[in-house]
């Protein structure tokens, strides 16, 4: 959704915008406003690029990425733009006029819009607005009308019919050489006050200071510009405007006091004396008049208005120095969180490498005793020979298999070793191949003395070669009070290794203690000890005596039994491990 709402905005964008800088500049708007989160400096900031009307439809496109909690402000921080038309009907001989001065035409190359309303007038009180385009008037369209057609046109009939549909906009015009520019109705027009309203048009203003700008009067039905002039002094030659009435026709077109009249109908006002102004201005009741504004402003200054100017002129140099050092400050602050955020990632980058490191040392390590303990394997038992097939054994093969219950110790002893110490048993031999004990294992160094009393502990380590093949059951909860071997199966690694047989009980698993275990931790241990990385597993044994775990399940000699009925004795027992699963039986 995100995605699909920038594609569009970013569609309008190239659409209504050929300038790449303003685009950049749009971009960087939005971007500094979601970092802030300034909603009116947004705005404010929106219509320094949004200049005309055709770019008005970008508020809409931006207001899907406003967040929901600003577009409320939002709607009423930007134009309120309409397509619908609205037709009101004016009386053009009522006593106050009509209400509403106009700007535009043809001939600047824009249509006729409201720019002025006063107050309580006709105009406004029909729900006309400052900154409404005329699209009709008594049903002709004036679309390609002059300001003066369209004054004409306004006299022809007493009730005068106006279309119009809202734009918000102004158009305004420094002097006829330069481009058509636009303001916003909140940046150009203020309430008149109250007066008699006529049909005047600005069809072109500055907005500041020594900007020429035209204006459009009409004098008919009314008393009077409602103004003053003056002549210059000789080091300021001229004609100026000395005085304007609040809420006269002069007001309502904008004319203020200070603002130098060049040109009334044609006739320049360069050279002319205040007589043949006062000639020129009344000789007609339809002017054309061209002023600079604010030409003259400091003639008519009091000393009081002079220290304010003053006062305002340093109040905006403070102003403008106070935002260089914010300026200052605010790249100030952006370099040291770069700087900082830098660092970070300098740090995060070196603490990977060291993390790296370590790791590589770590496997290489293991690697060494890796090495090392297949280095041992050798010297002790010689080069392990890969299996030639499936039924290859790996050591010395007996012609009658072993049974899979507890081994005398003094029989294995007498047949295959020859030992002083019978409890340190390291080998037997069966048909599968060799098994063996560590001989260096001390107990003691696992198990405390009431763990091991009277049992007969040894450490096994087994070959991980197909499946384990190994069913346990019991559990410190049970009634057997521990973990015990319930069946070894043929063939599996347990089986090949013989060291290990039913009625074992099972002390740790590659270093951890079963001692206190449930039965279920037993065989989660089990099963992850074989199926985790190695080629051993190694564990730690009490060797049961000899029937003792065999009163419940009588043993049946091996050679009378078949491998069905075999199978059979162990059917309920507990969980078996497969190809490193748990399997049940």
């Known amino acids: 959704m995100e995605r699909r709402v920038a594609r569009e905005f970013r569609h309008k964008v190239n659409l209504l915008i050929d300038n790449e800088a303003e685009k950049d500049y749009l971009y960087d708007v939005l971007r500094m406003y979601h970092q802030s989160m300034n909603l009116p400096v947004l705005v404010g900031d929106l219509k320094l690029v949004i200049n005309e009307p055709s770019r008005l439809p970008l508020f809409d496109a931006i207001r899907p990425l406003i967040p929901l909690k600003h577009q409320v402000e939002y ?244 102003e403008l120095m106070h935002q260089k050092r914010l300026a200052l400050e605010t790249n100030k602050i952006i370099k040291e969180q770069q700087e900082k955020e830098r660092l970070r990632k300098l740090e995060i980058s070196q603490k990977a490498a060291e993390e790296e490191e370590r790791y590589r040392r770590e496997i290489e390590q293991i690697t060494a005793e890796e090495e090392k303990f297949k280095r041992e394997w050798e010297e002790d038992w010689g080069p392990k020979e890969p299996p030639k097939s499936v039924q290859t054994v790996t050591a010395e093969v007996h012609s009658a298999p072993r049974s899979k219950h507890k081994l005398d110790l003094e029989g294995v002893a007498h047949d295959q070793l020859e030992t002083d110490d019978m409890d340190e048993v390291m080998m037997k031999q069966d048909k599968q191949g060799f098994q063996k004990y560590v001989e260096d294992f001390d107990p003691y160094s696992m198990f405390s003395p009431e763990q091991i009393m009277g049992k007969d502990v040894r450490l096994l380590r087994i070959k991980k070669e197909g499946s384990l093949d190994l069913a346990v059951e019991g559990g410190i909860d049970s009634p057997i009070g521990k973990i015990v071997v319930s069946a070894i199966y043929e063939g599996g690694a347990a089986d090949k290794h013989g060291g290990i047989v039913k009625g074992d009980e099972i002390l740790a698993v590659n270093g951890k203690i079963l ?26 044994i009490a060797a049961s005596p000899p029937k003792e775990y065999d009163d419940e399940i009588p043993i049946i000699p091996s050679s009378t039994i078949s491998p069905k009925t075999q199978r059979k004795v162990f059917e309920g027992s507990a969980p078996v491990y497969r190809q490193g699963y748990l399997l049940q039986l």
């Open 75 to 318: 709607d009423q921080l930007t134009p309120k733009r309409s397509r619908k038309l609205k037709e009101v009907r004016l009386d053009r001989l009522h006593p106050e006029g009509l209400g509403i001065s106009v700007r535009g035409g043809v001939e600047f190359n824009c249509g006729l819009f409201i720019s002025q309303l006063v107050k309580g007038g006709q105009a406004d009180n029909v729900g006309l607005q400052v900154g409404d385009e005329i699209v009709r008037i008594n049903g002709y369209s004036i679309s390609s009308c002059t300001h003066e057609e369209v004054i004409n046109l306004i006299r022809t009939k007493k009730i005068v019919s106006i279309k119009v549909r809202h734009i918000g906009m102004i158009p305004v015009k420094s002097s006829a050489d330069e481009p058509l520019k636009w303001q916003y109705v909140d940046q150009f027009v203020s309430d008149s006050g109250e007066g008699k309203g006529s049909v005047a048009g600005l069809a072109s203003s500055g907005g500041r200071d020594n900007k020429e700008k035209k204006v459009f009067i009409s004098l008919i039905g009314t008393k009077g510009m409602g103004c003053s002039i003056s002549s210059g002094p000789t080091q300021k030659p001229g004609i100026f405007i000395s005085n304007v009435k609040p809420g006269s026709l002069s007001a309502e077109v904008g004319l203020e006091v200070g603002d130098q009249i060049v040109e009334v109908n044609g006739v320049d006002f360069s050279n002319v004396d205040h007589k043949e102004a006062v000639r020129v201005l009344k000789s007609s009741r339809t002017l054309t008049i061209s002023v600079v504004a604010g030409a003259g402003k400091e003639l008519f200054m009091t000393e009081e208005e002079r220290q304010r100017e003053a006062h305002l002129r340093e109040q905006e140099r403070q």
């Open 515 to 540: 001692v206190d275990s449930r039965l279920a931790e037993a065989q989660t241990t089990l099963a992850r000890a074989w199926n985790m990385g190695g080629d051993w597993i190694d564990l730690v």
